[in-house]
């Protein structure tokens, strides 16, 4: 997800790299307007475009896009049921503060089936890469001079 302060992307790119721009990097990594293109994994493609509005994302998988008249929002992990606002966006970008999805869960739970009350974060502001450690199991933050990447 990338959120822009400038109308195309081209605009962002520094006038001394526009060339290897146009002739490297965009045909490598971006999909033209072909139906081939569009479908090719691996290629990036334009999700939604804003020319007025807003963009709130708390990491990759977490974000919102707010205006013309339309909401693009991604909560992985919670139900698009549970509905979260702008303003939830922002009180967890700026406040910490987590709005809890509630919701109820059909389970088996020996040979019986079980309803289940289950809560959990509807946003998450946190997205820590893992390490899967030698013992092929074993997971851990991944930390680049001390920090988590």
Known sequence: MLGLTKPHLIDCVKEER???WKEKIIPEWFADESIRQSK???LLKTEKELSEGQYIGLSSKCYIMDGEGTIKKSTKGTSQKFQVTGADFM???LKRTIPIAK???LTKRKQTMVLRSVKKR???SNYVKH????DLIT???LQKDGEYI
Do not use: F, M, T
């Open 122 to 124: 509807a946003l998450n």
């Open 103 to 105: 919701s109820i869960q």
């Open 91 to 93: 009180d967890c970008l």
């Open 40 to 42: 090719e994994p691996g």
């Open 131 to 134: 390490e899967v450690q030698n």
């Open 139 to 141: 997971i851990k933050p």
């Open 18 to 20: 526009i060339d290897e």
